[in-house]
């Protein structure tokens, strides 16, 4: 079920962009009609595209065309200013609880419809803790991106074998990650896509990053477009 939820939190994008990631955020607190609340005052200044409950229901709260406040500082590809090309999509979640089935097939629905609508690749969605790895750790380590790739909706690292891989900092600023130093970028790459890994960086981190880099590099993007 999808439902509107004007907030008045938006503007119009900068320099006439359009759409080309959507940004996945978990909205930390008690429940989504909190959210909704939070996301829709004005004294607040922030909102995104759609609110998705636990139940699956899609609030949508700015139009597709306008530029919601849901990023914050942060790059992706790099390029700054993230709020005026992308989507943003909050879940209702604390952060420290799995998602449910319905609220994950909900997001699903709502990815293909926008992916659709804006003719986006799956390497385009991406989480808050991707854009901001030294601010933000949502969606988090509850939310499964593999579940997401399996469907096209976002990518994943095939299993590779480690070595001969290139420097793992300089496959994540390929791939898209922002200039934060590579610790805070290992932890984000974790969080997405080793949450059970630990200690320092390690040749399957960097076999990992190798492989999202050579698939979907920002460069090889714009190449073909
Ligand atoms: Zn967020």
Request: net charge negative.
């Amino acid at each position: 079920m999808s439902l509107t939820h004007p907030s008045p939190n938006f503007g119009e994008r900068r320099g006439g962009q359009r759409p080309e990631l959507v940004v996945i955020h978990y909205t930390a607190m008690a429940s989504a009609a909190a959210a909704l609340e939070r996301l829709c005052d004005p004294t607040a200044e922030v909102s995104a595209h759609y609110l998705i409950d636990t139940d699956g229901t899609a609030f949508s709260l700015v139009a597709e065309d306008a530029r919601a406040w849901h990023a914050g500082a942060g790059a992706w590809g790099g390029r700054s200013d993230v709020n005026s090309r992308s989507i943003g999509i909050e879940l209702a979640n604390l952060g420290a609880e799995p998602f449910a089935e319905r609220q994950m097939a909900g997001l699903e629905r709502l990815l293909a419809d926008v992916m659709t609508r804006w003719a986006l690749p799956p390497q385009a969605v991406i989480g808050h803790s991707d854009m901001a790895p030294d601010r933000k750790g949502d969606p988090g380590i509850r939310f499964d991106w593999r579940r997401l790739a399996l469907q096209g909706l976002s990518v994943w690292p095939e299993t590779v074998e480690a070595g001969g891989s290139g420097d793992f900092y300089t496959q994540a600023r390929r791939f898209g990650y922002p200039d934060v130093g590579a610790d805070a970028v290992l932890t984000a790459f974790r969080l997405r896509f080793r949450p059970w890994a630990e200690g320092p960086l390690d040749e399957t981190d960097a076999a990992l990053m190798a492989d999202l880099a050579r698939r979907f590099s920002v460069d090889a993007g714009a190449a073909q477009a």
